[in-house]
């Protein structure tokens, strides 16, 4: 799936948070969205989704304005993975994932034998599958977060937008949740993502996104973008960018 953004201004009833915002994110490509906090990167996410209306400009799923689009449309193309989820509510892991095919359900559906078959099969595929009838209040953050994925999903979207899906991770489940964007993106599916390490975008993207006080200061390919200057002007602090062997590389904050 494509998606679009045009000219976009984007806030709250009220207060415009960003503006002239545009890129595309072609079928298939990860794009990491870099900024500081209060930077505007949860706030163009839930314009995104159809969650804030825009205050200017467009937005399209394979060229399909998102305005014309209902809820039920916009939720059976975008999954959508927040920052984090408490997990108030002892529903099992398999019963939470199942919660990702309300978009394909009836108003007064339940999940048949295809829909938990589906989630049992996004589970295994997230090597969380053991987990299925464990309480998601008793997983750990990580397993947690894999289950957030595993319910995005199951809405079988064409885009999956992840905000911070690795924070409060320790580092192996980090790393277990960029392998999987890796995964996602190689299967086709469109991703976008916010993160605060820049390492991540050299890992998992192919475009990063610098985004301050709601507006593009830099957009390209991680290694072109990502540079002791543009970090200094994103978050105010000295950071080295070091080469790693095979193309790679690396940020190490420049401590005094």
């Known amino acids: 799936m494509t998606l679009q953004v045009q000219d976009l201004a984007f806030g709250f009833p009220g207060h415009t948070v960003g503006r002239e915002v545009s890129f595309s994110l072609a079928a298939g490509e990860a794009m990491c969205v870099l900024g500081p906090n209060g930077g505007g990167k949860t706030t163009l996410f839930r314009t995104i989704l159809g969650l ?114 690795t924070a409060s991770l320790d580092f192996g489940n980090q790393v277990r949740v960029l392998q999987k964007i890796l995964a996602l993106a190689a299967s086709g599916i469109s991703i976008l993502f916010a993160t605060h390490d820049p390492d991540h975008a050299f890992l998992t993207s192919q475009r990063a996104l610098l985004l301050a006080e709601g507006r593009v200061l830099e957009i390209g390919a991680p290694a072109d973008v990502i540079r002791p200057d543009s970090l200094q002007r994103l978050y105010g602090v000295s950071v080295e960018v070091l080469p790693l062997a095979g193309g790679r590389h690396t940020c190490l904050p420049a401590l005094q």
């Open 52 to 165: 804030l209306e825009p205050h200017g400009g467009s937005i399209a799923l394979d060229g399909v304005p998102l305005a014309s689009l209902s809820r039920s449309q916009i939720a059976r193309r975008i999954g959508y993975v927040p920052q984090g989820h408490s997990g108030y509510f002892a529903f099992t892991v398999l019963d939470f994932v199942l919660m990702g095919r309300t978009a394909h359900l009836g108003a007064f559906s339940v999940p048949g034998r295809k829909d938990r078959e589906l989630a049992a099969s996004v589970l295994e595929s997230l090597g969380i599958g053991h987990l299925s009838h464990q309480p998601v209040t008793q997983i750990s953050g990580g397993e947690r977060q894999l289950a957030l994925v595993a319910r995005a999903l199951a809405q079988e979207p064409g885009l999956l937008v992840l905000d911070e899906p």
